[in-house]
């Protein structure tokens, strides 16, 4: 997976596991406010503090342009864990494989939106 597609589907996932919950804390609430990369043609979040941290939590990870997914799934999980400990519990009630899938389904999104431009 490319890297640059890596906070989109960290995004994405903790989109729908916000919209699953029944009674979503106010602090998921704003993370996934804060995050959200598609008010951007650059894909980069709302608040340039996320963007900054996911980055730098990618970097001390040794995450580079290219990533293999399974590897992802726990540098994102890491850096969920940073920012707020039930994050992490929450992401990991989607599974590798439903991760992989996502992946592959942005890669395939930003790609095809990328030779459109």
Excluded: H
């Excluded at 992989?100 to 942005?106: S, V």
């Amino acid at each position: 997976m490319k890297r640059k597609y890596l906070f989109l589907a960290m995004y994405r996932a903790m989109d729908c596991l916000y919209d699953e919950q029944e009674s979503p804390s106010e602090e998921l609430l704003q993370f996934v406010s804060d995050a959200n990369p598609y008010m951007y043609v650059e894909r980069t979040a709302v608040d340039p503090a996320v963007q900054e941290d996911f980055d730098s939590s990618m970097a001390r990870q040794n995450i580079g342009a290219e990533v293999d997914e399974q590897i992802a799934y726990y540098a994102v999980k890491n850096f969920l864990a940073e920012q707020n400990p039930q994050f992490a519990e929450l992401f990991t009630e989607i599974s590798l494989a439903e991760w992989q899938n996502l992946c592959d389904l942005i890669a395939e999104e930003e790609t095809e939106q990328n030779d459109n431009a």
